[in-house]
């Protein structure tokens, strides 16, 4: 390092080192702060991001389940979300893969063996996140999730496509009910701003038909008044067709 630069040319130490690594409990306590925080209707709609993950650090760092555990950071948070979130999805993938190709006779735990082989040979890594996939797999957004690898087979892209096409269909007894998601940030501010357009639409509407119906009556009154001043015109005595004609113009025109 250059003699005028500020930045400590120290090596981590262990402790910090230790510090940076989640662990198992911390992940779900991040994924029940995370699912909580994007959940709020209310908050939901009007969070920024920043103010979002200082929300799920609040969240977190509050959980007596972590007592005796360094607190962290929302960037922290965020990042560890990220990675997550990430490598979940794709073992959504890889575990609907190994569901489809499932053979009589297999059990639970020779699907999980055979999703972590599909994981490692699209990946080139372990999958080991296990715990906050069985967290997150009955959630919606992750059951209709699953990304194909850049260098897996067509092959697994049309298992992974044909798995997120299943998830339409009614869950059986020992699957557990798939809790639904609220519309996004987006989704939320879009479908207001179409309302208030819809809204002002018909407001114009309504605005614009009065106005016509007011013009359509004044015409009416002008006709019925220059029908009255010829029948006024006509030498007396009138027909009875006339006669009634002209009586019915009067009590029209004046309200009688």
Not at 98 to 105: I, L, R, T, V
Request: hydrophobic letters at 30%; aromatic letters at 8%; glycine letters at 4%.
């Amino acid at each position: 390092m250059p003699s005028f630069s500020t930045q400590s040319t120290e090596e981590p130490t262990e402790n910090a080192l230790k510090r940076k690594i989640w662990s198992p409990k911390e992940d779900l306590v991040l994924i029940s702060a995370w699912l909580n925080t994007s959940k709020d209707p209310i908050v939901g709609n009007e969070q920024r991001l920043g103010s979002f993950w200082r929300r799920i650090q609040g969240y977190y760092n509050a959980s007596q389940d972590l007592e005796g555990l360094p607190r962290r950071e929302w960037t922290q948070c965020k990042q560890r979300w990220g990675r997550l979130n990430d490598q979940v999805c794709k073992f959504v993938g890889s575990y609907a893969a190994a569901q489809k190709e499932k053979s009589s006779g297999q059990n639970e735990n020779d699907v999980m063996k055979l999703a972590h082989e599909i994981f490692f040979n699209d990946y080139g890594i372990k999958f080991g996140l296990e715990h906050a996939w069985r967290e997150l797999r009955h959630d919606q957004k992750w059951c209709t999730s699953g990304k194909a690898p850049d260098g897996a087979s067509s092959k697994r892209r049309k298992v992974a496509d044909s798995a997120q096409s299943t998830t339409s269909m009614p869950a059986s007894e020992n699957d557990e009910e798939v809790e639904a998601r609220p519309p996004g940030v987006k989704a939320s501010k879009a479908s207001a701003k179409k309302s208030a357009s819809d809204n002002k639409d018909m407001k114009e509407f309504s605005s614009m038909w009065e106005m016509k119906q007011r013009d359509i009556e004044l015409k009416d009154k002008i006709r019925d008044k220059r029908i009255l001043e010829s029948l006024l015109a006509k030498p007396e005595p009138l027909n009875e067709i006339d006669m009634a004609l002209k009586t019915k113009l009067i009590r029209a025109i004046y309200d009688l």
